[in-house]
């Protein structure tokens, strides 16, 4: 039994090592909400995905925090013990939505519980190994010097697999710049939805560069699109900021908006 006791939140900004940009724009810093959630003399940690701003996502930092504060602590109170953390997702459930809010409490609730069991979260969850490959995602870089430059670094640290962020300009040129330079590279490329179907032309130009997947290309509420630009491309679409539930995954998937998704506990957990 998890019998919890208290729950604080942290905002904490850190400087990022290189600006990171992707097609929502550039960011130099990090905005973090850190959970913590005490439970017999034990604390857990959970992070807050959510952005500074509304961009890749309508959740924020400061909504985040609001709807913690005002409204899942409340339900908290009044609801301190807890078999599991899976319990959890039935007393948020009054609350629409705020799947990040709601997945850093889950995150620090299961913290917590693999705490009191002694045992590591990733056994807990059902994983089996202790170690699993790494990607890197790289964002938009000012020329295509500095993107090989950048991409180069980042394999000699031993990163198997890289992710180009792209937008309308800076797509088919980066691409075939790396895969030229680097032929047996585990590639794909990452739109965050900047295009629409009127650029179906130039994505079924990144066909020709072996690409693992194609992310997110689309607007993030469209799966009827994703479907209609799948059914074009031989590369495989992935959905990220388009899949908010196990509900929506199970619409794309059947729809054939994707044939990859990628999964986020925090945009997707509570």
Same mark, same amino acid.
């Given at each position: 039994m998890i019998r919890l006791e208290r729950l604080s939140l942290f905002l904490v900004e850190l400087p990022l090592v290189s600006p990171f940009a992707t097609s929502f724009g550039?960011?130099? $810093?990090?905005?973090?909400?850190?959970?913590? =959630? @005490?439970?017999?003399?034990?604390?857990?940690?959970?992070?807050?995905?959510?952005?500074?701003?509304?961009?890749?996502?309508?959740? !924020?930092? #400061? !909504?985040?925090?609001?709807?913690?504060?005002?409204?899942i602590r409340p339900l908290l109170s009044g609801h301190k013990a807890f078999e599991h953390p899976c319990d959890l997702g039935r007393v948020l459930a009054p609350i629409r939505?705020?799947?990040? /809010?709601?997945?850093?409490?889950? /995150?620090?609730?299961?913290? +917590?519980?693999?705490?009191?069991?002694?045992?590591?979260? &990733?056994?807990?969850?059902?994983?089996?190994?202790?170690?699993?490959?790494?990607?890197?995602?790289?964002? +938009?870089?000012?020329? +295509?010097? !500095?993107?090989?430059? $950048?991409?180069?670094? %980042?394999?000699?640290?031993?990163?198997?697999?890289? *992710?180009? *962020?792209?937008?309308?300009?800076?797509?088919?040129?980066?691409?075939?710049?790396?895969?030229?330079? %680097?032929?047996?590279?585990? =590639?794909?490329?990452?739109?965050?939805?900047? &295009? !629409? =179907?009127?650029?179906?032309? @130039?994505?079924?130009?990144?066909?020709?560069?072996?690409?693992?997947?194609? #992310?997110?290309?689309?607007? %993030?509420?469209?799966?009827?699109?994703?479907?209609?630009?799948?059914? #074009?491309?031989?590369?495989? +679409?992935?959905l990220d900021e388009s899949i908010t539930s196990a509900r929506r995954a199970r619409e794309a998937l059947e729809l054939g908006a994707c044939r990859i998704i990628n999964v *986020?506990?925090?945009?997707?957990?509570?």
């Amino acid at each position: 039994m998890i019998r919890l006791e208290r729950l604080s939140l942290f905002l904490v900004e850190l400087p990022l090592v290189s600006p990171f940009a992707t097609s929502f724009g550039e960011e130099r $810093t990090k905005q973090a909400l850190l959970v913590a =959630l @005490t439970a017999d003399g034990v604390m857990g940690w959970g992070e807050c995905v959510a952005g500074s701003g509304p961009w890749y996502s309508w959740e !924020t930092v #400061e !909504t985040a925090r609001y709807v913690i504060s005002e409204h899942i602590r409340p339900l908290l109170s009044g609801h301190k013990a807890f078999e599991h953390p899976c319990d959890l997702g039935r007393v948020l459930a009054p609350i629409r939505g705020h799947a990040m /809010a709601k997945a850093a409490v889950e /995150a620090a609730l299961w913290d +917590i519980y693999a705490r009191l069991q002694r045992k590591p979260l &990733y056994q807990l969850l059902g994983g089996v190994r202790e170690a699993v490959p790494a990607g890197v995602s790289v964002g +938009i870089q000012p020329d +295509i010097p !500095t993107l090989l430059a $950048t991409v180069e670094s %980042f394999l000699s640290e031993g990163y198997p697999r890289v *992710k180009l *962020k792209i937008k309308p300009g800076w797509d088919v040129e980066p691409v075939r710049a790396v895969r030229e330079r %680097f032929p047996d590279l585990l =590639l794909s490329v990452d739109a965050n939805g900047a &295009y !629409t =179907l009127e650029d179906r032309s @130039t994505l079924r130009e990144l066909d020709r560069y072996g690409l693992l997947m194609l #992310e997110q290309p689309l607007h %993030f509420e469209d799966l009827l699109e994703h479907a209609e630009l799948g059914r #074009e491309l031989s590369t495989p +679409i992935c959905l990220d900021e388009s899949i908010t539930s196990a509900r929506r995954a199970r619409e794309a998937l059947e729809l054939g908006a994707c044939r990859i998704i990628n999964v *986020k506990q925090g945009r997707v957990g509570g």
